[in-house]
């Protein structure tokens, strides 16, 4: 048994002064006794925290997910790893047919080689069943509505790994798509989309339960003829069902949106993702990158070349849950609590929480949420 002794060890609700004991990959006991180990950790003064999980990355370290290769996947993951994301969904942007099975095969065979340090869950694909009028970043020459023979053949060949599906809900009016993702086990996600409330529902009752990145790309109250309509956004806060992720970089949202978000729809209900392309983490120089379409890198997040929009962010998961503390005013508990139990609970997952019985995946940071230490499945990564 190995034990994890801190003054500041992260439960749902409370910090513990205690231990955090870990036998065969699990958490085996949480409590303020010491007991026989054969190992014990001491990180007195630094936080023990639930591993973090980014439910949307596009890859890290100059190592993208869509249309590189399975090293190149396995790197991205273990760049994420080094700042607290123990669990990962690489995400595939909208492409060529042909790109995305690529890039399902060699997500696929990242995850079976077992060089990917962290949980690797599955493929996060955002497209190509977008709106064009929303593309944001996603290239719209790649944007359709759903092809049946060609989603039929992703997911019979890569179901497996694929964990959830970003699309447009207002292309799929009588809910088809999202039923088959259900079925098959694939979480549907609406985002990229100028969907109006009819367009919600009928989603959610095709088993569609997530809002992907929230404030962008989602269309919100129109007006026609003096009546109005909700949009995605109004839809999100009315339907308490429904999960959201926010790109929490301290860049795409305000303090101000961010705590409003949240005040509406709770810390249970709100997921914390980077959103984050494949550049060093580090790089906040100016450059032009390529992506799903060119953006440049300044002020310390991606832009589209004509400054017009952000294209996504350079953040780890370290950051996001410093700027949830520091720039929007949560206490360490709930920040770490959108970025571990609550996508945990979203997917299903028997991790995010620091309590007897859940997977042991746990990471080390100091004051300044710098990680010194990673452990997955109770196993000292770094």
Excluded at 18 to 38: N, P, Q, T
Excluded at 313 to 326: E, G
Aim: with cysteine; charged share 20%.
């Amino acid at each position: 048994m190995i034990g994890i002794r801190s003054d500041k060890i992260i439960l749902e609700n409370a910090l513990l002064d205690g231990y955090v004991y870990i036998k065969e990959g699990r958490i085996a006991f949480v409590m303020s006794a010491a007991l026989a180990c054969d190992t014990v950790y001491d990180y007195t003064g630094k936080y023990v925290s639930p591993g973090l999980i980014d439910l949307h990355t596009h890859g890290a370290g100059g190592h993208g997910f869509t249309d590189t290769s399975p090293k190149e996947v396995v790197k991205g993951c273990n760049v994420h790893l080094l700042h607290g994301t123990t669990t990962i969904l690489p995400t595939v942007m909208a492409a060529p047919f042909d790109v995305m099975q690529r890039s399902l095969r060699d997500i696929s065979a990242a995850k079976k080689s077992g060089l990917v340090k962290s949980n690797l869950i599955g493929a996060h694909l955002e497209g190509p069943y977008l709106s064009a009028a929303q593309a944001g970043a996603q290239c719209p020459t790649y944007i359709t509505p759903p092809i049946p023979k060609e989603y039929e053949t992703l997911i019979g060949e890569y179901g497996a790994d694929i964990a959830r599906w970003t699309y447009a809900p207002e292309n799929d009016p009588d809910g088809t798509f999202a039923a088959y993702l259900q079925e098959h086990g694939i979480l549907p996600s609406a985002g990229h989309t100028n969907a109006k409330y009819p367009d919600v529902a009928t989603a959610i009752e095709h088993g569609m339960r997530l809002i992907t990145h929230l404030y962008s790309c989602t269309s919100t109250v129109t007006r026609d003829h003096g009546f109005r309509s909700l949009g995605v956004i109004e839809s999100a806060f009315l339907r308490d069902e429904l999960y959201v992720e926010i790109i929490a970089d301290g860049k795409h949202l305000p303090p101000e949106l961010v705590r409003m978000i949240v005040k509406i729809k709770g810390v249970d209900k709100v997921a914390l993702v980077t959103d984050s392309l494949d550049i060093a983490a580090t790089d906040l120089r100016e450059g032009q990158f390529k992506g799903g379409s060119a953006f440049i890198v300044e002020d310390g997040v991606c832009k589209l070349p004509d400054r017009t929009a952000f294209a996504g962010s350079i953040a780890t998961a370290d950051r996001l849950v410093r700027v949830m503390r520091d720039e929007c005013g949560f206490d360490i508990i709930d920040a770490v609590r959108m970025m571990s139990a609550t996508p945990a609970a979203l997917l299903g997952l028997h991790k995010g929480s620091i309590k007897v019985g859940m997977d042991a995946d746990l990471i080390i940071f100091d004051e300044s949420i710098n990680v010194s230490d990673v452990f997955v499945g109770g196993i000292k990564m770094i």
